[in-house]
């Protein structure tokens, strides 16, 4: 098993920065992908951005790009979420995932293993 805790979340206003963090543990040989998920209130969860093991490939949602950024760091397990230029719109509970096929997965099944998330709210 691997477990994802999530932590970095928080309110800030319209314009500004965050940076979300996701440490995995347990069996964290298994993992190749990991990745980031948000869900706002009433809306369905959606995929926001990925990294493979090595970082060298990189997926992101079209309502992200140029503002958000993934990072890894394999010797400490971690998967990082840079969020610049923030937008209301961009309030959600964000989760971590992560996953063992050899791939970099864009869909929720393509994920093993999730955090429990952590909030994100953008005030304007």
Do not use: H
Not at 18 to 32: D, P
Not at 34 to 53: D, H, L, N, T, Y
Not at 98 to 107: E, Q
Request: proline fraction near 2%; hydrophobic fraction near 35%; charge should be positive.
């Amino acid at each position: 098993q691997v477990q994802l805790v999530e932590s970095g979340g928080g309110s800030v206003q319209a314009g500004g920065s965050l940076r979300l963090s996701c440490a995995a543990s347990g069996r964290t040989f298994n993992i190749y992908a990991m990745g980031w998920f948000r869900q706002a209130p009433g809306k369905e969860r959606e995929f926001v951005a990925a990294i493979s093991r090595g970082g060298g490939t990189t997926r992101s949602a079209d309502s992200v790009k140029g503002r958000f950024s993934i990072s890894r760091d394999k010797a400490k397990n971690s998967v990082y979420l840079q969020m610049n230029t923030l937008k209301p719109e961009d309030t959600a509970v964000y989760y971590c995932a992560a996953a063992t096929g050899l791939v970099v997965p864009t869909i929720e099944r393509g994920y093993d293993y999730w955090g429990q998330g952590t909030q994100v709210t953008v005030s304007s």
